[in-house]
C-alpha cells in the first residue's frame, strides 16, 4: 500500500481528510511513523479502528504543530507599528488559523495588551488537534525547553519600545519546569476543534484580523484555493490577513488583495 492509498482509507475510517495535503510534507510524515512504529500502513490502519488513541496519536504525527512565543520577532515589531497602530478603537475579531498549542495567540495578546486593547478585542485560536487546544487553554508549557521565549519577547518589547518584562505576562517555576500565562490573558481566547479541510467556517461572524502563519505550505494548490474562498468569505472588508514568510495568496485572491509585504489587506 502507498501514502495516498493509505490517506483514502485512513480517510474512510476516521473523520479526518490529508489527502490534499503536499505530497512531500505529508509522505514523509508517515514514512516517519511507520519507521517509529514498526508498522505497515496496513497495520497502522487495523490498529487505527480499534485503538481510538492510537489513531489521535497519528493523526498528531501526521498534523503540524510547531509554533513559538513572538516566533520571527521582527515580524511582530513590523505588525506593531503598521497593523496594529491602525487597528480601529471599537471591539475587534481575531482569528488564529492552526493555532496549535496557542503560543501565536498569546504574542497577539500580549501587543494588545501593550495598547490596553484586550477588554476590546475577540480572539479565536482553531486547530483540528483537541490535544493541542487542551495546551493552549491550561497556557502552561515546559521552562527549560523555551527558555528562548524570553529572548524573543525581550527583542519584541525593544522595538515596540516597551519597557514590559516578562514576568509581567508569565509565572515561571523552574521547580516544576513551568512556564504559565498569566491573567487577564489567560481564559481570553476562545479555543475552537476545527478541520480546515471541510471549507467550512467554525463560527458565524466576521472577523477583522485572520494569522495564518505557516499552515498553507503544507496544502496543495487545489486545498489552498478551497480554504482561501473560505477564510476570503469570513473577513470584513479593509480586513487584514497575516501569512506566513514563504507563503502566498492563492493566484484566483490576488486581485481581491492589497500587500505592504507583512499583511495582506482585503480591497474593498
Same mark, same amino acid.
Given at each position: ?33 511507520? &519507521? ?136 515561571? &517555576?523552574?521547580?516544576? &519546569? ?91
Amino acid at each position: 500500500m502507498d501514502f495516498k492509498t493509505f490517506l483514502q482509507e485512513f480517510k474512510k475510517i476516521t473523520d479526518y481528510d490529508f489527502c490534499d495535503y503536499s505530497e512531500n510534507s505529508i509522505s514523509r510524515r508517515l514514512q516517519k511513523i511507520c &519507521d517509529e512504529t514498526k508498522m505497515t500502513f496496513e497495520e497502522i490502519l487495523r490498529r487505527c479502528v480499534t485503538d481510538r488513541p492510537f489513531m489521535g496519536r497519528v493523526v498528531e504525527d501526521i498534523t503540524v504543530n510547531t509554533t513559538e512565543l513572538f516566533r520571527d520577532p521582527q515580524v511582530w515589531v513590523s505588525l506593531f507599528n503598521t497593523l496594529y497602530k491602525s487597528l480601529p478603537k471599537t471591539t475587534v475579531t481575531f482569528w488564529h488559523i492552526g493555532c496549535s498549542v496557542g503560543l501565536e495567540v498569546y504574542s497577539n495578546l500580549i501587543m494588545l495588551s501593550e495598547l490596553n486593547m484586550l477588554d476590546k478585542c475577540r480572539i479565536i485560536g482553531t486547530d483540528i488537534n483537541p490535544r493541542v487546544l487542551s495546551v493552549a487553554k491550561k497556557g502552561e508549557y515546559a521552562y527549560s525547553f523555551n527558555k528562548y521565549f524570553e529572548d524573543n519577547f525581550n527583542a519584541v518589547m525593544r522595538g515596540i519600545g516597551s519597557k514590559s518584562k516578562f514576568s509581567d505576562y508569565f509565572d515561571i &517555576d523552574e521547580k516544576k &519546569d513551568q512556564i504559565k500565562i498569566k491573567p487577564p490573558l489567560l481564559g481570553k481566547p476562545r479555543f475552537i476543534c476545527h478541520n480546515l479541510v471541510m471549507g467550512q467556517s467554525p463560527f458565524a461572524y466576521r472577523v477583522d484580523v485572520v494569522f495564518f502563519r505557516n499552515v498553507m505550505i503544507y496544502f496543495n494548490d487545489a486545498l489552498q484555493r478551497k480554504i482561501m474562498a473560505m477564510v476570503y468569505s469570513k473577513m470584513y472588508d479593509n480586513s487584514f490577513l497575516i501569512l506566513g514568510k514563504r507563503e502566498d495568496l492563492p493566484k484566483s485572491l490576488k486581485s481581491k488583495f492589497i500587500s505592504n509585504n507583512i499583511f495582506f489587506q482585503k480591497a474593498n
